[in-house]
């Protein structure tokens, strides 16, 4: 077929070259009588021009449209046209010369050019011309022929001949028969010269050796190009029975894969037997087999077909050889050997065990240090053995191969064990095979202690305020160090390292729990005593070598209210007699008479005090100020009032509970300080208290100082107020002036009840009515011995430690105060 394909390719090249030369020289045209005749090609395409018939017949350019030549005939009006703008004749359609005259040596068109006006008829014939547009075929394509084996040499068999429409050269010119050892071929000529092969046999048949023999004839024409017809001889060689089975192959070897499913056919064997009839009728079975292989493979009888019985499996055998026979109806036996290769699938994953851990490693291991050894085994072989190996997560480690399939798992940085305490490395194997299977195993790297991290405390200082008076033994505070690492080296002990400004042993103060970092505080503390200390706390931690890290206590004592006020004045060491203030009898309302004047050593509210009367005559002609503890005058004094006065005053601290002292003042009124001195002289004369004596002259001798006191201090205080004016102005002093101020905060300030760390020369007025008071010159650390005040009967006043600020509308004295600082 192949053949035909390519003559006839050539055959239409041929066309279209005649075709080419059909349009250069377009027929014969003569001009007998009225008759035009043209010469075309057959198979001209379609709107190729055949000639100019207006042209012919005589017609110009102008009066083709008004004559309108057309083709009248049944026939040929298919295959032409004429085109009334140029007067050309066209092909219409496809023109077969072997369609219209078969084998005809001679084919024409014939019809009618008929024009108008006027009208006329001119006879047209056109010449179809032959071309090789067929290929020669043979009637059948298959010959068979049945030829005895015992035919001798020289039997001649005549065979179809093939048929071409085409004429002339352009039909079958001769045979030829494909290249054989047994046949040749004759072509020979009939009278009418039709040629017709011949088959003719050469050489003798034998059925054993082909029984069949196929041979190709070929039939040509003579056009150009040449194109050609086949048809296949099939010659059939009768046999008669004289040989034994004999095996296609004396081995048989094939491939199958492992995972071949069972029942799936592995080879089929073949023995040929020439014999025909019962004679070459042939029975397989297994000659030499083992057990082991009768079980995995089985062999058909009939036709031989090797099939399999059981899994395949290339790990357990690669190959396996046995032996079949081949067995006809006469007996006759034949044998062959059968080899069968198994072909390894991928069908085992890697697989993957430790063969060394180094588990827990240091923290601090160099980067490059083993930790383990891994081997990779896989049973497959080729790429499907071939294991490729890596760990899945992003960790410190990575594998490095080691020798063969063995890899080694090192380290990539230094570890800290604070950060990762272990380690989970996935390593991953899969190998090479298509498709590839994979296996994983996980391995726990833990990672061991190192100390290299020190006890660390929240914060490098603390403020602990404990109250005074505590229980001895208490535990106070807890002190509290974290140390990251691990076991001994995370264990810490706690001691103390004293950073008291003080020449003081902190042991006998405190104590601390080498384990726990609980404090302790060894004795009752004592505000008035120790107001601060400062202890530094180390904590070490248990490793070697050991790191330590250190954490500064500041203990601040808080005051509590466990002193009680002390009066200052009046002075209470007279034995318990009453202290004389002599009253001017022509003194004003709210006259400043006397003043109380009391220290607390406690601090803050603990030493805010008031003054308060708790014993005294009704209807009373004094009042005390319960903030400056002055005693002033309620009314004006009559001549009919009593002379003396008996008060007992009340000083009380702020604190809770709270404390008090109390003190005994006789206040007498009078004109005449000469009169009553002798009065209150026999008065205490009388008295049978066995200090008597020594109170009488204490009184006098404060009468006598106090009225001197009063008159010099008056003379200066005026003086000297003339001459400055007050630089600063407080209010008033009330009770809550330190309401909202933490007493923890004050006491950092303060020793006694004085609330500034400075000293100063201070200009007091003593009458609350007056708001102003002067700051002369601050004199830090300078000790007061005596706090005077005019109005207190001239005695002073010893170790004063809280300020008092009088007012007076009337006498103002300037006081000298110590103020220490807390």
């Known amino acids: 077929m192949a053949v035909i394909n390519t003559r006839q390719a050539q055959t239409y090249n041929g066309i279209r070259w005649q075709v080419l030369l059909s349009l250069l020289f377009s027929c014969l045209y003569q001009s007998s009588s009225s008759q035009l005749q ?26 083709i449209s008004l004559r309108k030549p057309h083709i009248v005939s049944r026939v040929s009006e298919k295959y032409f046209y004429v085109n009334l703008e140029n ?59 049945e030829i005895m084996e015992s035919t001798l040499p020289g039997a001649k068999f005549i065979l179809q001949n093939a048929q071409d429409p085409d004429i002339g050269r352009n039909s079958v010119q001769t045979y030829k028969l494909s290249d054989n050892q047994h046949f040749i071929l004759n072509v020979k000529t009939s009278s ?24 190709t004839i070929t039939a040509m024409d003579g056009g150009n190009p040449v194109q050609t017809g086949t048809a296949l001889i099939k010659i059939l060689v009768l046999d008669i029975n004289d040989n034994i089975p004999v095996f296609t192959q004396e081995v048989y070897k094939v491939s199958i894969n492992e995972n071949t499913p069972i029942n799936s056919t592995v080879l089929c064997v073949t023995a040929v037997d020439r014999d025909e009839g019962s004679n070459g009728q042939i029975t397989y079975s297994f000659n030499k087999i083992s057990e082991k292989v009768l079980h995995i493979f089985s062999i058909d009888p009939i036709n031989g077909n090797i099939k399999i019985k059981k899994d395949l499996d290339f790990e357990v055998t690669q190959k396996y050889e046995m032996s079949v026979q081949a067995k006809d109806g006469g007996g006759l036996v034949a044998h062959s050997k059968i080899l069968i290769e198994i072909i390894d699938v991928n069908d085992n994953a890697p697989e993957l065990s430790v063969r060394s851990l180094s588990t827990p490693i240091p923290e601090d291991s160099l980067p490059g240090t083993v930790v383990a050894l891994i081997e990779v085994h896989d049973q497959d072989s080729g790429e499907n053995g071939d294991v490729d190996c890596h760990i899945r997560e992003s960790v410190p480690f990575e594998l490095m191969l080691s020798s063969g399939r ?23 194997a899969a190998d090479r095979g298509n498709p590839s299977l994979s296996n994983k195993i996980s391995i726990k790297i833990d990672i061991s202690d190192v100390n290299d991290n020190p006890p660390v405390f929240k914060k490098s200082s603390y403020d602990l305020y404990i109250p005074e008076n505590n229980l001895p033994g208490a535990s106070i505070y807890r002190m509290h160090a974290s140390d990251p690492d691990a076991g001994e080296n995370s264990k810490i002990v706690y001691s103390i390292s004293s950073k008291n400004t003080e020449d003081i042993s902190m042991s006998s103060y405190f104590s601390i729990n080498l384990e726990t970092g609980d404090l302790y505080a060894q004795q009752s503390f004592d505000y008035e005593q120790h107001k601060d200390f400062q202890i530094q ?27 009680a006020p002390k009066i200052l004045y009046p002075s209470s060491e007279s034995g318990g007699s009453a202290v004389f203030e002599m009253v001017p009898l022509i003194s004003p309302q709210s006259s400043l008479v006397s003043k109380v004047v009391a220290v607390d050593e406690d601090s803050g509210h603990n030493a805010w005090l008031s003054y308060h009367f708790i014993q005294m005559s009704e209807p009373s002609h004094f009042t005390i100020d ?31 509970p709270s404390q008090s002292a109390t003190v005994t003042l006789n206040l007498v009124v009078t004109d005449n300080f000469q009169q009553v001195i002798p009065k209150l002289s026999n008065q205490l004369i009388n008295n049978k208290d066995p200090q008597t004596n020594l109170q009488i002259y204490l009184v006098i001798a404060l009468a006598l100082i106090s009225f001197l006191f009063l008159l010099t201090v008056m003379l200066v205080m005026i003086s000297k107020c003339k001459e400055s004016k007050p630089s600063t102005s407080f209010g008033s002093f009330s009770k809550d002036l330190y309401s909202q101020v933490d007493p923890r905060m004050l006491s950092k300030y303060n020793n006694g009840t004085l609330t500034l760390p400075y000293s100063y020369n201070v200009c007091v007025a003593l009458d609350t009515s007056e708001n102003d ?30 300020i008092v600020l009088p007012n007076s509308n009337e006498q103002v004295s300037c006081l000298h105060s110590s103020i220490l600082s807390y």
């Open 38 to 63: 043209y010469s075309i090609f057959e198979e001209m395409k379609k709107d190729s021009v055949i000639a100019n018939i207006a042209k012919d017949i005589g017609l110009e350019i102008k009066e």
């Open 87 to 145: 007067g050309n004749l066209y092909v219409k359609d496809r023109i077969d010369r072997e369609a219209l005259c078969e084998t005809s040596e001679s084919c024409f068109l014939m019809f009618d050019a008929v024009i108008t006006n006027p009208l006329n008829v001119f006879s047209v014939k056109i010449e179809i011309q032959d071309i090789n547009d067929n290929a020669p075929k043979f009637l059948h394509d298959t010959i068979i022929l």
């Open 192 to 215: 009418d010269g039709t040629k017709f092969p011949e088959l003719v046999l050469e050489k003798p048949l034998d059925h054993e050796i082909q029984n069949i023999h196929e041979l």
């Open 406 to 428: 063995y890899y080694k798992i090192v380290t990539t940085q230094a570890m800290d064990r604070e950060k990762e305490s272990s380690y989970i490395i996935y390593i991953v």
């Open 537 to 563: 706390i180390v904590a070490r931690d248990n490793g070697s070598p050991f790191l330590s890290n250190n954490a500064t206590l500041f203990i601040h004592i808080v005051d509590q209210n466990d002193n």
């Open 626 to 656: 319960q903030h400056t503890g002055e005693i002033r005058t309620s009314r004006v004094f009559q001549e009919k009032d009593v002379l003396k006065e008996k008060i007992v005053v009340m000083v009380r601290d702020n604190g809770s």
């Open 773 to 802: 008071f002067r700051f002369v010159k601050p004199d830090q650390n300078v000790t007061i011995d005596n706090l005077i005040d005019t109005e207190d009967s001239g005695l002073g006043n010893e170790n004063i430690k809280e």
